[in-house]
Nanobody, 127 residues
């Protein structure tokens, strides 16, 4: 398994941007697809984005397409989530995860491939 620690969450005004980071340690992170989920009180955890081991393939929830971009730097063992044009509805705890697959689509459709979760970072978007 890998250990994951998110950072970058904070209060931001609507229309603003944030970049979240997820630093991995432990086993070779480059062997794991990675992704982001978010959760708000009273709601189920929601998939946001996924990225393949190479970083060449990504998958996004429809609600964030065109606004969010995920990327990774395997040399730094870090995954990123760039969030643009934020709206209050995007307020949530954002968690990163790593899965035992190479592929972003598999990560998206097969949540049981996920082997590690971060603790999450709070993103609050004010109107």
């Amino acid at each position: 398994q890998v250990q994951l620690v998110e950072s970058g969450g904070r209060l931001v005004q609507a229309g603003g941007s944030l970049r979240l980071s997820c630093a991995a340690s432990g086993r070779a992170f480059s062997n794991y697809a990675a992704g982001w989920f978010r959760q708000t009180p009273g709601k189920e955890r929601e998939f946001v984005a996924a990225i393949s081991t190479s970083g060449e393939s990504t998958w996004y929830a429809d609600s964030v397409k065109g606004r969010f971009t995920t990327s990774r730097d395997n040399a730094k063992n870090t995954v990123y989530l760039q969030m643009n044009n934020l709206t209050p509805e995007k307020t949530a705890v954002y968690c990163c995860a790593a899965g035992t697959t190479e592929y972003s689509y598999t990560f998206y459709v097969q949540e049981d491939c996920i082997s590690s979760w971060g603790q999450g970072t709070q993103v609050t978007v004010s109107s």
